[in-house]
């Protein structure tokens, strides 16, 4: 038995369980044997996102006697009725070329069945990376022999076959040491709901090949419920008009409803996940607002042994969790708690080292802040401090040090102001004007900050471009008005630097659609537009990439030559940032080692990094440090 979860190489790409899902879009015969109709359903398929786009090859005189095609009257009434469609829709051999070489120009991958020697000849002059099996032709051994010598995979549709037919071909297949994938599939056009007996795709599962689902029945709903079922190839007949003369037009989907099927597959994809359990960024700051902490119900002296009215339950959850209440109870206090303090994860350990090791650090490494705990986090004397404002920040009396602090000050700029998020891509004149405006004045106050810190001064920016219900179509727009915005201000001095986003980030409590400042080409393309550097937060950056299934590693070379300034955290899926080092998916001996050459500074952008003293930010520096990169 082969592995519980087996992949297939399919045209240079790892196809199976957990695994993005390879849809093909099936033109068959769907042309009516005109070339300008073959290509427009190309078109149609590229167009909705498909993998591929697949078409069907006969060589009717090697299919049936010559007495059944000069006189199908002597058949059974179906092939009478079948016959003059085949007839019609056959497409010369340079046709057939004709199509590849427009999948080719298209970049959409040209697939076809064979459904016969004759015609394999023909499309093994194509290049086809694997071919489809039809499903009359999954038992015949004479036509897979000749597949099998190709030495490419298969897949292999099981309509009209009993199990008994399907266990011989697949021991058919094992024997000649096949790669081959199966498609569950119900052979009528269309098919009725009540016949489609997805469940059995879980019979198919136990022959220890990849899965999938032909779907033949109307509607876009049943191939999304094969893929949760653990479907990993899905194939769907497309048309132009469902109601042109032909047998698969009416099982067959138009753009919209091809468009449709393949953006909930994705979706469907996404939403289930892995069997993992990871929080989104807005689960953890719900978590941190709407949950509650064990506070003092008064103030209680260092020595105190906590008794159960000495405690209560408030909110937000920043401090010790409810759930902890019995280990707090009977507990000697080693420091002095005030009315409605939070007790801390601090006040049940014996000891906690807040050491950060920063002796091993060779780069500018700082801290995250906030007005309200800049005393706190400079106490820890990191090389500079990133303060994040919100808008009402901007107006914040700061009151100056004796002298100035060692550190070097980072500004990140605000993200939302009043109901609104701050966005220089917006096309809103009024909205993009505000956004300017409360970023000029985050500038001025970032400068007039300065002479109190040590260095130049840093504004990390936000641009925007983010959108509710699904993705613009004019990022080249949007990026043109980001730009303008930022040519519209005054630095003053200050580096002022756009920060890489996460592809789907949540913002009042929903998450929206990212659609600029998520691609490397972007962030490169803008910086030399504008003449500056870049913050690279890394975990957006993985995020992105898990998203679009590319290289963390090519993500980051590319943007290097542009960073200055570089947010640090782990990340998982396709939304879960800010994670603690080593809790998510980034290969950071790989990564870091990018950056040896390179000369930048960096903070851990730890989600609640800053709870408990700052112990996240603390032991994501420590962490990091034994890499002796940063």
Same mark, same amino acid.
């Given at each position: ?360 650090? !060779?780069?500018?490494? $700082? *801290?995250?802040? #906030?007005?309200? %705990?800049?005393?706190?986090? =400079?106490?820890? @004397?990191?090389? /500079? ?87 613009? !179509?004019?990022?080249? $727009? *949007?990026?043109? #008005?980001?730009? %303008?915005?930022?040519?519209? =201000?005054?630095? @003053?001095?200050? /580096? ?135």
């Amino acid at each position: 038995m082969r592995d519980q979860r087996p992949t297939i190489l399919l045209d240079n790409r790892l196809v199976g369980e957990g695994h993005p899902v390879y849809i093909i879009a099936e033109a068959g015969v769907n042309h009516n044997g005109s070339l300008p109709m073959a290509l427009k359903l190309v078109d149609m398929a590229k167009a909705a996102g498909a993998d591929a786009v697949k078409f069907q090859k006969r060589n009717l005189e090697s299919l049936y006697p010559k007495h059944l095609l000069d006189n199908p009257n002597s058949a059974e009434w179906a092939f009478q009725y079948m016959l003059p469609i085949l007839k019609q829709g056959e497409l010369s051999a340079d046709e057939f070329r004709t199509i590849a070489d427009y999948c080719r120009r298209k970049e959409i991958r040209f697939l076809c069945t064979p459904w016969d020697g004759k015609s394999l000849e023909l499309l093994e002059e194509l290049d086809l990376p694997f071919y489809k099996v039809s499903s009359a032709d999954l038992v015949n051994f004479p036509l897979l022999e000749s597949l099998v010598a190709t030495g490419k995979p298969l897949i292999l549709s099981t309509g009209m076959a009993a199990l008994h037919e399907m266990r011989r071909t697949v021991d058919f297949l094992e024997a000649r040491e096949v790669e081959f994938a199966m498609l569950h599939c119900i052979s009528t056009y269309p098919a009725p709901f009540e016949n489609l007996n997805l469940r059995f795709i879980n019979v198919l599962k136990q022959f220890g090949v990849p899965v999938g689902y032909s779907s033949h029945e109307r509607g876009i709903t049943m191939p999304v419920v094969a893929v949760t079922l653990g479907a990993s190839i899905i194939e769907k007949h497309i048309t132009l008009d469902r109601t042109l003369p032909g047998p698969d037009h009416a099982a067959s989907l138009e753009e919209a409803g091809i468009t449709k099927m393949i953006r909930d597959i994705r979706n469907t994809e996404v939403a289930l996940g892995t069997e993992e359990k990871f929080l989104s960024a807005m689960e953890i700051l719900n978590r941190q607002v709407l949950r509650k902490s064990l506070v003092a119900n008064r103030c209680l002296e260092a020595g105190t042994v906590v008794q159960r009215e000495m405690v209560g339950v408030k909110g937000p959850g920043k401090g010790l969790s409810p759930q902890r209440i019995d280990d707090l109870i009977g507990l000697k206090l080693r420091r002095r708690i005030c009315t409605d303090e939070y007790f801390t994860e601090e006040d049940l350990t014996i000891s906690q080292s807040q050491t950060i090791r920063s002796g091993q650090l !060779s780069r500018p490494w $700082g *801290l995250k802040a #906030r007005f309200h %705990d800049l005393a706190e986090i =400079l106490e820890k @004397k990191p090389r /500079l401090v990133e303060l994040h404002f919100s808008e009402s920040d901007v107006e914040h009396t700061f009151a100056p040090p004796n002298r100035p602090h060692k550190q070097q000050l980072f500004v990140h700029a605000p993200e939302f102001m009043d109901s609104q998020l701050l966005d220089l891509c917006t096309a809103d004149d009024e909205h993009w004007e505000r956004s300017i405006e409360l970023l000029q004045r985050t500038i001025d106050k970032a400068v007039a900050l300065q002479p109190h810190f040590t260095g130049p001064v840093g504004v990390v920016v936000h641009v925007g471009g983010m959108s509710m219900d699904e993705d613009s !179509s004019d990022r080249s $727009g *949007l990026l043109h #008005r980001a730009a %303008d915005a930022i040519k519209r =201000l005054d630095t @003053k001095g200050a /580096l002022i630097m756009p920060e890489n986003l996460p592809p789907r980030p949540w913002y009042f409590g929903g998450q929206w659609h990212q659609n600029v400042f998520i691609r490397p080409e972007e962030m490169v393309e803008f910086c030399q537009e504008v003449g500056g550097g870049m913050a690279l937060d890394l975990s957006h950056a993985q995020l992105y990439c898990t998203y679009a299934q590319r290289s963390l590693h090519e993500y980051v070379t590319r943007c290097l030559p542009y960073v200055k300034h570089l947010h640090v955290a782990d990340a998982a899926g396709i939304d879960g940032e800010g994670m603690q080092i080593g809790e998510g998916v980034i290969d950071w001996d790989h990564i870091l080692t990018l950056f040896a050459q390179s000369d930048f500074t960096w903070v851990p952008e730890i989600w609640s990094g800053h709870l408990y003293n700052g112990a996240g930010f603390v032991r994501a520096i420590n962490e990091l440090s034994q890499y002796g990169v940063l």
